[in-house]
């Protein structure tokens, strides 16, 4: 198995649980493992038989632009379909973290693995 990994993606969006903390868009960021065969593009050197990560961080910013969440858990479950759907991914790891949002705590968020 093939991975490319996009780190620290940084991305706004709404989230949150209550009203008043999805009512402007906060900085999230993601951790990205992508799963994939890449045995086609090493022998090609061609963009077309690989996964575009390019793509997939400006997919993501527009998604997660568009949308408003109240879990990290959904959102992530968000992220990992769009991945697997529209980029053909055999599997995706994801960790999302929200920095900052509580007093005294660098950052909270979630880890999840899904598969094709």
Not at 16 to 43: H, M, N
Not at 90 to 110: C, T
């Amino acid at each position: 198995m093939d991975i490319i990994f996009l780190e620290q993606v940084k991305v706004q969006t709404k989230l949150g649980v209550p009203d008043w903390e999805r009512a402007v868009a906060q900085t999230v960021i993601l951790d990205i493992e992508i799963g994939y065969d890449f045995s086609k593009a090493c022998q090609s050197d061609a963009i077309e038989d690989t996964i575009d990560y390019g793509q997939v961080a400006a997919r993501i910013r527009e998604t997660l632009a568009e949308h408003s969440f109240k879990l990290v858990e959904a959102l992530g479950e968000h992220v990992c379909q769009l991945i697997l759907q529209e980029f053909k991914a055999q599997n995706v790891k994801l960790k999302v973290s929200k920095p900052g949002i509580l007093p005294g705590l660098k950052a909270l968020g979630i880890q999840i693995y899904r598969t094709a």
